[in-house]
């Protein structure tokens, strides 16, 4: 059993509870952040019209994935091994689901894993534990300040400086963790912002089969796309955890301000998700 992998007590689950989310959430959102957002875009020079973001309280709604991609074959054990060395989860399945489905879609690219932003490690775990029991050769880089989110911008009217702060001292909790798991040679953690820990990573000159950004904010959202989108390797992925979310307009306009020169648009991956081939 592994549902109480899935620590979703800030997610309306039920349908009593999603209701209530959406009569509390729709509102602000459609009266004050979406028009606020769209003349965010217009300002940053992209198209004032993005139907996608009237769609994204929806998708929240639906909770559903939107990719057909099976599951790797070892991804039940891998959350079994996950559940007994104490790892949890703060998304719903669903995003868990699709994401491993894209990584194993990827696999077989020539590249590392990176994650920018994660919170408390565990999709990192994940992707590191599938890796070990797929016989991948991938190191997976763990990035985040690991003291909460850094002070948002004007681009990000719905977050608070502190949010997704773990416990204090929770990378030693990871290495913990990693050492139980037997990954603790493929992880590496990068505490700090990132415009502090992508200096050094860039001095390696790794390739990325698989990015995952989850920074919730305008500013680490962009910087994140900068460095790692560009060093994906070719037929590899990057998916974006916060590009539908009502929460996180501010990393959607940084999404779409990288991508705009290459005409490129993220398709839906689960939920508030979404994703690229490269």
């Known amino acids: 059993m592994t549902d109480d992998l899935f620590d979703t007590a800030h997610y309306a689950a039920g349908l009593r509870e999603r209701l209530?989310?959406?009569f509390e959430l729709g509102p602000r959102y459609y009266l004050l952040d979406l028009p606020r957002y769209v003349r965010q875009r217009r300002a940053?020079?992209?198209p004032a019209l993005d139907l996608g973001a009237f769609w994204s309280p929806i998708r929240s709604f639906q909770n559903r994935r939107y990719v057909d991609l099976p599951l790797p074959p070892p991804f039940d054990r891998a959350l079994a091994e996950l559940r007994c060395?104490?790892?949890r989860f703060d998304n719903r399945?669903?995003?868990i689901e699709a994401l491993a489905s894209l990584w194993w879609d990827v696999r077989a690219v020539a590249g590392d894993v990176i994650e920018c932003g994660a919170y408390r490690g565990a999709t990192?775990?994940?992707l590191a534990v599938l890796g070990k029991l797929a016989g991948a050769r991938q190191r997976v880089l763990m990035l985040d300040t690991f003291e909460g989110m850094p002070s948002p911008s004007s681009y990000d009217a719905a977050r608070k400086p502190g949010e997704f702060a773990p416990p204090p001292g929770w990378p030693d909790a990871i290495r913990r963790q990693a050492e139980r798991l037997g990954v603790a040679d493929r992880v590496e953690i990068h505490q700090g912002l990132f415009s502090a820990s992508f200096p050094a990573i860039a001095a390696r000159g790794l390739a990325f089969a698989f990015v995952h950004i989850d920074a919730n904010i305008y500013s680490g959202t962009l910087e994140a796309c900068q460095f790692a989108i560009p060093r994906i390797a070719p037929g590899g992925a990057v998916a974006f955890d916060d590009y539908n979310g009502l929460m996180d307009l501010g990393a959607r306009l940084?999404?779409?301000s990288y991508l705009a020169e290459q005409r490129w648009r993220p398709r839906p991956l689960a939920e508030c998700s979404a994703y690229l081939r490269v």
Do not use: M, T
């Open 20 to 22: 209530r989310r959406g």
């Open 44 to 46: 940053l020079g992209l």
């Open 254 to 256: 940084a999404i779409d």
């Open 93 to 95: 399945r669903s995003r």
């Open 124 to 126: 990192s775990l994940l």
């Open 85 to 87: 060395a104490g790892v």
